[in-house]
Nanobody, 126 residues
Framework: VQLIESGGGLVQAGGSLRLSCVIS????????MAWFRQAPGEEREFVAA????????LYADSVKGRFIITRDNTKNTVFLQMNNLKPEDTGVYYCARNERFIQFPLTTGAYDYGFWGQGTQVTVSS
């Protein structure tokens, strides 16, 4: 399984970006896909997650109301629409997969996700 992110870039505060993560290989019905981010010198932190089967989603408080996670089943792709970006949103954004054989609550811990992309840089200038 490979996860390939794209869509990062430099944007001014208040702007928008849309990240994409293409997933190669077969996804399981109950898989959970997520976005994490990591700022320089900081721990990797949870941003948003979505269950592939029923699109149930979960967001970090810091992005709730500004970011939207979606998925396209036909393209094996998960998206992160980021609106009203702030300088504190700056970091490397990673796509991650939590492989599940049965339905499981959405999780926010990086240790639950066994597959990771290479990351895409998002920089928000003030």
């Amino acid at each position: 399984v490979q996860l390939i992110e794209s869509g990062g870039g430099l944007v001014q505060a208040g702007g928008s970006l849309r990240l994409s993560c293409v997933i190669s290989g077969r996804l399981r019905t109950h898989d959970i896909m997520a976005w994490f981010r990591q700022a320089p010198g900081e721990e990797r932190e949870f941003v948003a997650a979505i269950r592939w089967s029923d699109v149930t989603n979960l967001y970090a408080d810091s992005v709730k109301g500004r970011f939207i996670i979606t998925r396209d089943n036909t393209k094996n792709t998960v998206f992160l629409q980021m609106n009203n970006l702030k300088p504190e949103d700056t970091g490397v954004y990673y796509c991650a997969r939590n492989e599940r054989f049965i339905q499981f609550p959405l999780t926010t811990g990086a240790y639950d996700y066994g597959f990771w992309g290479q990351g895409t840089q998002v920089t928000v200038s003030s």
